[in-house]
């Protein structure tokens, strides 16, 4: 999902893989990509929660992103301040 909402970006660009374990283990997280709406960045990190427990559940990831999707244009919206 971030490398959809981040246009194709290589997440972790600057580090080898072995790096990029250590910092997701250590809690390190993507930052939020610039046209990702809030919601669906907060969804993203729930799911990269370190215990599985502490992630949501498919059937919760899917009603949030389709109220997300029925809602798109007035996040976008929030997300560039026009409303």
Do not use: H
């Amino acid at each position: 999902m971030w490398e959809i909402t981040s246009l194709g970006k290589r997440p972790y660009p600057t580090r080898t893989n072995e790096e990029a374990m250590q910092y997701v283990c250590k809690g390190g997280r993507l930052p939020k990509p610039l046209y990702c709406p809030q919601k669906l960045y907060k969804l993203m990190v729930n799911c990269w929660a370190y215990e599985a427990d502490n992630r949501p559940r498919f059937k919760e990831c899917l009603q949030e992103i389709e109220s997300l999707k029925s809602n798109i244009e007035e996040a976008l919206l929030l997300e560039v301040g026009i409303i």
